[in-house]
């Protein structure tokens, strides 16, 4: 039911980032269960009330790009998104491993070709590129796949682009992380300039993060991992066992919007209740508009 001036979006994506599953569970850097943490970021994405048209993970699905870590995340993942009726996009990250990821989570040929693919969400397009340098943790696009995505992108999409990739074009906040950035972004840049390209996925942070390239709305979502806590010093950003969250990606006709959502919640309070939506869909705007926007006089 539409209350305000606009309709609902047309498409929902669930953006996820950085599991970084290590092989038989073990604790990254011996303190953070990244197991679990997935598991309790999933069990969030099922209470979502609308199932999401996709989940989207940029990147560093494994820590070590392990075998049975790709194994297990793909047993955590693919029963969630099969109950929500969404599929599931894989972008490799730079701690992934492009021969085993393609391998043992993609059912595909156990070799260097980048991981990028193409999917039509009922008009909207959606495109996973592959930012990963084999045996480097920084990013690149390389001449070759800005060719091929120049080519998909030549033809729009009714509902537009998405690009989802793992290294964000965007400037870091932390100190000497931006020698792992993407390198190559002015010909990234020039290749998306005029195209349908609505907005950019991305991960690599740890940190939940949005701005523009190329005049496009990027969003980076923070890891399930473990999070990096920016207000400490700059030389002092480290990671946290806290502030773990996905992003929930609304696509409407003239703009998308990007929300954080908490995976730990508290108990909400009880000013907005079932009884009081059911009241306020009985009135007509104007009741609606007197009822929840007039201030009470003032004494």
């Known amino acids: 039911m539409q209350f305000g001036q606009h309709p609902p979006a047309r498409r929902t994506i669930v953006h996820l980032s950085d599991t970084h599953l290590l092989a038989d569970g073990a604790p990254l850097g ?14 969030r994405v099922e209470q979502l009330e609308t199932p999401p048209d996709a989940l989207v993970f940029t990147g560093d699905l494994t820590d070590l790009g392990e075998p049975e870590a790709y194994r297990r995340v793909r047993e955590l993942v693919e029963p969630v998104a099969e109950r929500l009726g969404a599929p599931v996009v894989w972008v490799a990250g730079n701690h992934d491993e492009r021969p085993e990821m393609r391998r043992d989570l993609l059912g595909l040929s156990a070799d260097e070709q980048p991981v990028t693919g193409v999917w039509d969400l009922g008009g909207l397009r959606l495109v996973a590129l592959d930012s990963t340098v084999p045996g480097w943790h920084h990013g690149e696009l390389g001449a070759e796949q800005l060719g091929w995505l120049r080519e998909v992108l030549a033809e729009p999409a009714p509902l537009g682009t998405i690009l989802a990739l793992h290294h964000p074009p965007l400037p870091s906040h932390v100190p000497l992380f931006d020698i792992l950035e993407l390198r190559d972004q002015v010909p990234f840049a020039e290749v998306i300039a005029g195209t349908d390209v609505r907005a ?12 523009t390239f190329a005049d ?23 990671g946290m066992d806290a502030g773990q969250s996905f992003h929930l990606v609304h696509v409407y006709d003239h703009t998308i919007t990007h929300t954080v ?8 309070g009880g000013f907005f209740a079932p009884e009081w939506y059911e009241r306020m869909a009985a009135l007509s705007p104007e009741q609606r508009l007197e009822a929840f926007s007039r201030k009470p006089p003032r004494v």
């Open 30 to 43: 011996g303190r953070f269960d990244t197991e679990a943490n997935l598991r309790a970021t999933l069990a």
């Open 200 to 211: 950019i996925l991305a991960g690599h942070l740890h940190y939940s993060m949005s701005g």
């Open 261 to 268: 959502v908490p995976v730990h919640a508290g108990e909400p």
């Open 216 to 238: 496009v709305p990027v969003s980076v979502a923070a890891a399930s991992c473990y999070t990096m806590d920016v207000a400490r010093p700059a030389q002092r950003v480290n």
